[in-house]
């Protein structure tokens, strides 16, 4: 029964997303919650941890950067207890003229109903050269 739910709870994360729905969003995740992107901090602005406010900070950024819709697209599942790990193909083109593309592995821990952890692996190179330079 948990292995369906926390399928949902993530794929609701992901739509909520990439339709800028902050609010929504922000209702599935824990009040401690922290989204770890991976990478070094050197330059790049969302390499490290955010709380609700930064997540919040991010997701304006997003919006305000993408001519039309970041598309985040499941590739693949792995749900263990409250861990659901998924592998996610992005893209999107920016009204910077740039196209967007990025292949992540989020890892998700889930608990009381609500994600509590979220670490993002992905290109943090692909996003600097993409989003900032």
Do not use: C
């Not at 824990?30 to 602005?45: A, F, I, R, S």
């Not at 998924?86 to 989020?106: P, Q, T």
């Amino acid at each position: 029964m948990h292995r369906q739910t926390h399928l949902q709870l993530v794929s609701d994360f992901f739509m909520r997303f990439v339709n800028s729905d902050i609010e929504g969003l922000l209702a599935l995740l824990d009040d401690q919650v922290v989204w770890k992107m991976m990478g070094q901090q050197g330059g790049l602005p969302v390499s490290g941890e955010m709380d609700k406010a930064g997540i919040t900070e991010l997701m304006q950024s997003v919006r305000a950067q993408v001519a039309g819709r970041l598309n985040m697209t499941p590739t693949a599942w792995t749900i263990a207890g409250g861990r659901v790990a998924v592998e996610v193909e992005s893209s999107a083109k920016l009204k910077n003229g740039r196209d967007y593309n990025n292949l992540y592995h989020y890892l998700f821990t889930i608990s009381d109903g609500k994600i509590d952890a979220i670490k993002e692996y992905g290109d943090t190179d692909q996003v600097r050269r993409v989003f900032l330079d």
